[in-house]
């Protein structure tokens, strides 16, 4: 609620040093809901963590009093030698050692910090609810029989711990926070978040022998600093170049100061001497240095898996721009396929997890939009009971990469100057506002005229709007029609305007048509959601007495 833009759900990137798996041997991050514990540490202010558990405030003390007592102690040597810094020096240092003297008994300031570790932890304890069930025979003879239901103590075997003073208070201990109490556990195991960690990690470069991956830049670092060496040289020979010399013989008979960029006159002593008044010869730029330079990026962008802009540039032949950026999207995605796939899994994690949150959290209504096929804004009530049915979330290929409009639009007017898409495809890739109103105006334009040149002949006003009615529906609504005989024939046409009766419109029996699909369509659609209900509750059951089993060795 306190998230005043983004969302209600906050994706935190923690940094590694920030967290911890235990066991520590892990060596896959797709394992790492697996582990039996998982650690987030991160500090906050003093005055926030005393706010935030008011009750143990008294008892909450600063970093700084922990590394105290750890015997950290630190003391600044004054490396000048005496007697040459002088009163100021002296003043100087006289000050500090005052200002420093009494730190350990200093009060405590709004600087200080705190460091909070959050403990996830995989507790499997149990505990045994009793029930009696009384049951009557055919005497009437009433027997009271106890039943023990053995469930977890956690939701999910998932328990959050929270401690700070190096570990020695405990600020916290709760179930699973990421499961709704009020919700029924039958529904709540359904969910994402029942069983698992609210973390998911990712590696750039994957290492079998640990989870932490391998880092880019280990294999970049000596690279880099060729690159760097050879870049530098080149500046070197570059500004020498831009510093030329002046040779100016003594027995020219000019004097230096002569020798400006201002327009003058000369006069050496004679020809021979004149000649003598010339720039240096500046020296070339070796041509393995620029070689090495290149060498250099190439193997750079080799190794990182990565590419240069330059290769969108081919010699003697014109790259158009969205062509360019197409064979570097498919490049990109050639290169670095492991670290698309990592990142794609990463992504699909949050998706799921916010699901949870929304199955367990959305208790009151809320309205989201979106954009309908006819590329207008539409709207729609969600609420967290609509969504605890069985979801499968996936990415879909690509999907995490930039996708280039113009690409798309340069390639429907390509298609359409070519007759290959007609108007209405063109238009929607170009995403024009209102399309579908200008397809129809367009359609109907061409229609109109011959309607006008057929009514001057004589033809009756009913087959007018019969035409303009046929000419407003889809290929797709009126082969719908055809084969479900909702649009009327010619001959009943004619039959009905020599009888003096109006014809049957096909557009309204069209919408008729559609209106009864629709229904049809969204019960289908209630009725497979039940059916995968009821599915995802017997398996839910299934599992609740593997675990009971398990439980029971």
Known sequence: PDLEEGGEVETIVVDPFHFGVY??????????????????????????????????????????????????????????????????????????????????????????????????????????????????????????????????????????????????????????????????????????????????????IKDTACGWGISDIENLEDLNVEFNKALSQLVLIKDKVSRLKLINPKTSGVPNDALTNFPGILNPVNAAEGNGIRYLDYPRVPADLQNAISLFKDMFFLVSGSFDLDMAREPGRAVLAYKAIAALLERVNTMMRGKVRSYSRLIRERGRMYLSMVQNFYTEDRWITYKDPEGNDAYRKINGTDFRIPFKLTVVTGSTMPVSKIQLREEAIALFEKQAIDQEELLDHLEWSGRSEVVKRMKQGAIGQLTEKMAALGMPEEFAQYMNALVGMKDNDFKRAIRDGQVPKFEEVIQAVQSGEPPPDPKEESDIMLKQAEARARMAEAARFEAEAQLAAQKAITEKIKQQVAVAG
């Open 23 to 204: 066991p520590v041997n892990w060596t896959n991050p797709r394992y790492l809901q697996k582990s039996l514990a998982v650690l987030h540490y991160y500090p906050k202010s003093l005055n926030e963590v005393r706010r935030m558990y008011p009750d143990k405030a008294s008892e909450i003390k600063p970093d700084e009093d922990i590394l105290k007592e750890l015997g950290d102690e630190r003391r600044d040597i004054n490396t000048q030698e005496s007697g040459k810094g002088g009163l100021l020096t002296t003043f100087a240092s006289t000050a500090y050692n005052i200002i420093n003297f009494n730190k350990g008994a200093r009060d405590t300031s709004d600087d200080d910090e705190v460091l909070l570790v959050e403990a996830w932890v995989k507790d499997y304890r149990t505990v045994t609810d009793k029930t009696q069930e009384e049951l009557v025979d055919e005497l009437g003879n009433v027997t009271i029989i106890e039943n023990e239901i053995t469930r977890p103590k956690y939701p999910g075997y998932i328990r959050r711990v929270t401690v700070c003073n190096a570990g020695q208070l405990v600020l916290e201990d709760t179930p699973n926070p990421n499961i709704n109490p009020n919700m029924p556990e039958e529904q709540a195991m359904r969910t994402y978040l029942w069983d698992k960690f609210p973390f998911a990690a990712a590696n750039s």
